[in-house]
C-alpha cells in the first residue's frame, strides 16, 4: 500500500468527496424532470458524476430529447435540491474531519478545488455545517475550462504556492482523476459510489475505499 510522503499540499474535491451531496443533486434532478414528465435512470445519472452544471444540463437535455426546457429544468431542479436538503440536510463523508486534523497539524497547505461555482460550494459547506474550514475555495468560474481539464488543479497549485506535481489530489470521479492527471497531480480516487469505475482506477496514481483508509496510510 502507498505510504503518501511525497507530497507537499492537499487539493479536496467538494462533492462526493468532502460532503456525500451528490445524491442530493441525482434526486433533485430526477423530481425536476419527472415534474416536466421525463425519467432520469439512476444508471443514467451515475454517468454525471463530477461534471460541472453547464455539461450536467447538457447531457440531460440530450438524453431527454425534444422538448426539454433547459431553462425551466435549470429552475426546477434548483427549488427541487433546496427542498431536499433542507428536509435531510448534508451529509460530512466518514474521515474527514479527523483527516483535516491531521493536515493542520502537519501544517500541510490545502484547499478546496470543485466543479461546482464557488458560491454554490459555500452553500453547501454552510448547510454541512463546516462552512469555516477552507480559506481557499476554487470554482469553475474561476478557470477557463472546468474539469476534466487540467485548469482547476493547476490553479489550486499556483494558489497554494506548491508545484502541481507535489499536490496530492483527492477525487471521487471519472472526471476528477482525469483533470488530475492531465494537470501531472498526485491522483488519489476515493469512489463516492460502487462498483469503482473501472478506468478511473486504472487511470488513478492510488484507489483507496475512503478518506479513514486514507489518513491510516498517512499516519503509518
Same mark, same amino acid.
Given at each position: ?66 422538448? /426539454? ?40 497547505? /490545502? ?110
Amino acid at each position: 500500500m502507498p505510504a503518501f510522503k511525497d507530497f507537499s499540499a492537499i487539493v479536496f474535491d467538494l462533492d462526493g468527496l468532502v460532503l456525500d451531496t451528490e445524491g442530493s443533486y441525482f434526486a433533485a434532478w430526477k423530481m425536476a424532470a419527472a415534474q416536466m414528465g421525463f425519467e432520469l435512470e439512476d444508471t443514467f445519472l451515475k454517468c454525471l458524476s463530477g461534471l460541472h452544471y453547464q455539461a450536467v444540463k447538457q447531457a440531460i437535455a440530450t438524453h431527454c430529447g425534444e422538448g /426539454f426546457d433547459v431553462d425551466e429544468f435549470t429552475q426546477r431542479s434548483g427549488l427541487c435540491w433546496h427542498q431536499h436538503v433542507q428536509l435531510t440536510g448534508i451529509d460530512v463523508k466518514p474521515g474527514f474531519y479527523e483527516l483535516m486534523d491531521w493536515v493542520k497539524r502537519q501544517s500541510i497547505p /490545502f484547499c478546496l478545488a470543485t466543479n461546482s461555482h464557488s458560491d454554490n460550494a459555500r452553500q453547501c459547506l454552510a448547510l454541512a455545517h463546516i462552512h469555516g474550514i477552507f480559506d481557499t475555495i476554487i470554482g469553475r468560474e474561476q478557470v477557463k475550462q472546468g474539469k476534466p481539464a487540467p485548469d482547476i488543479f493547476n490553479y489550486a497549485a499556483d494558489r497554494l504556492n506548491a508545484p502541481i506535481q507535489t499536490c496530492l489530489v483527492l477525487e471521487d470521479s471519472l472526471t476528477g482523476i482525469k483533470a488530475a492527471k492531465s494537470a501531472g497531480a498526485i491522483s488519489v480516487f476515493i469512489p463516492s459510489c460502487l462498483p469503482a469505475n473501472r478506468e478511473a482506477v486504472q487511470l488513478a496514481d492510488y484507489t483507496l475505499e475512503s478518506l479513514v483508509q486514507l489518513l491510516g496510510l498517512l499516519n503509518d
